[in-house]
């Protein structure tokens, strides 16, 4: 059957504090996915010292966005290394022109869009604590360091990013949706948008669980058997 040996290729988007990456990782074990994020990938470039790496780290000290000829140059050759493998992309492509030249090379089969209100996402990222150092997340509600205020792994100080703060918030969100929307017009007028609405991260995955089962070219388990991790 041709349809086994067939590649499924997807990305999620959604404003900061959406739950982008623990929806990613459910889908990445549950499907068989590669999950490739840009912010783990930059933070491994920076940490790495590479070229690019250190090109990054001038525009993430600043808290200024990646330029777009940045990210890619970044981003395309690791997808070349996964040509043969299925992937999910989570925060890339973030702007029309990172989504047009992913375009020119891959066909994305689906697009998950994540839309959870204002109000959550701001109780989400106020109660955001962040490991400098790794990148490691952490949220006071349901996800808190062993030690207040501590990382669990180095014991090193959390931080709160200026721009989690509910006064900063505002202005993210609306950069994120002036953004995110020709991106996401583009995928709506492809046909593979999906989006999903609501407050609870644990309430929206049976539907992009229900959604991605029934799109899959194959079976979770036969992807699995088919394939070694």
């Given at each position: 059957m041709k349809n086994m040996a067939k590649l499924f290729r997807a990305a999620i988007m959604g404003p900061p504090g959406s739950g982008k990456g623990t929806i990613s990782e459910r889908i990445a074990q549950s499907f068989g996915l590669q999950y490739l994020s840009s912010g783990h990938f930059l933070r491994e470039s920076i940490a790495a010292k590479t070229e690019a790496g250190v090109q990054v780290?001038?525009?993430?000290?600043?808290?200024?966005?990646?330029?777009?000829?940045?990210?890619?140059r970044l981003m395309m050759p690791r997808l070349e290394q996964l040509s043969g493998q299925s992937?999910?992309?989570?925060?890339?492509?973030?702007?029309?022109?990172?989504?047009?030249?992913?375009?020119?090379?891959?066909?994305?089969?689906?697009?998950i869009s994540l839309n959870i209100p204002f109000e959550t996402l701001k109780d989400r990222l106020s109660d955001r604590w962040i490991h400098p150092g790794s990148g490691r997340?952490?949220?006071?509600?349901?996800?808190?360091?062993?030690?207040?205020?501590?990382?669990?792994?180095t014991g090193q100080p959390l931080i709160q990013h200026d721009d989690d703060k509910p006064e900063a918030l505002?202005?993210?969100?609306?950069?994120?949706?002036?953004?995110?929307?020709?991106?996401?017009d583009l995928y709506k007028s492809q046909g593979i948008l999906h989006s999903f609405s609501g407050t609870e991260t644990d309430r929206i995955w049976p539907y992009i669980n229900s959604l991605l089962s029934s799109k899959m070219p194959t079976k979770p388990l036969d992807a699995c058997q088919s394939q070694s991790p």
């Open positions: 780290k001038t525009y993430v000290e600043r808290g200024m966005l990646v330029p777009d000829h940045v990210m890619t992937w999910l992309l989570d925060g890339f492509p973030r702007t029309l022109t990172q989504a047009q030249t992913l375009n020119s090379l891959y066909q994305l089969d689906m697009v997340v952490y949220n006071m509600g349901y996800n808190p360091p062993r030690v207040q205020g501590k990382d669990d792994v505002m202005a993210r969100l609306r950069h994120y949706k002036d953004v995110a929307k020709p991106v996401i």
